[in-house]
């Protein structure tokens, strides 16, 4: 998943050329995906980073959700909030919905890369070990509203883009107040988009 974080970082075009290929193996992935890759430990950097969300978001998106633990996150920290988690896999879909634990969530199989949101729908994107498609985040982000990115082992993290690099390509499309959160073995950054 390195190479092809950092071609579709690079060139976002070639993605759909990989898309059918990453979903099919996070579809084998997905039934041992919670018990084996999800612990507090390596949500340790999104957690500092949500920590640092404020005011609370009416409506929250965690996107590459997998089984959906930043999804419950989010329920967890924000109750009221309408949380929608999305992924290309429609089996990590599936475990996701199993795993639910609050009526306030939706969980939809879609492509990051070509939402199926109007602009400026949410007031928090969240992403964790996910790769991100600046154009769409800037685009279903709220005016006043923040993205969260984080990898949860850092720059060992299999989806991995070097932090420099998400705060210059957000920085271009407007957003600003970054902050960075270093919890090892993860490493995080919030940033947020004028209102
Ligand atoms: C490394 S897993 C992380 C899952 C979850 N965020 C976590 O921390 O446990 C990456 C997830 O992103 C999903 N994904 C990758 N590219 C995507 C895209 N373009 N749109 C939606 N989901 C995507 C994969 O299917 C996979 O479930």
């Known amino acids: 998943m390195r190479a092809v974080t950092t071609v579709v970082v690079r060139v976002p075009a070639l993605w759909g050329l990989l898309r059918r290929p990453v979903a099919a193996n996070f579809d084998r992935l997905a039934a041992g995906w919670d018990a084996s890759r999800v612990d507090e430990r390596r949500l ?92 769409e985040l800037a685009r279903i982000t709220a005016r006043g509203g923040s993205v969260a990115i984080a990898y949860g082992l850092g720059a060992a993290t299999p989806i991995w883009v070097p932090l420099d690099r998400v705060e210059r390509e957000l920085a271009r499309r407007g957003f600003e107040a970054f902050e960075r959160f270093d919890v090892p073995p993860g490493l995080a950054l919030l940033a947020r988009r004028p209102a």
Do not use: C, H, Y
Request: hydrophobic content about 50%.
């Open 44 to 135: 340790g950097a999104i957690g500092a980073a949500l920590a640092a969300v404020g005011p609370a978001p009416a409506r929250a998106l965690d996107l590459g959700t997998g089984s959906g633990a930043i999804a419950r996150k989010l329920s967890e920290r924000w109750p009221e909030a309408e949380v929608t988690g999305v992924d290309v896999s429609s089996q990590m879909i599936a475990e996701a919905r199993r795993l639910s634990s609050s009526v306030r969530q939706t969980f939809t199989v879609a492509d990051a890369a070509r939402l199926p949101f109007p602009a400026g729908t949410f007031d928090l994107v969240a992403l964790n070990n996910m790769i991100p498609f600046f154009d």
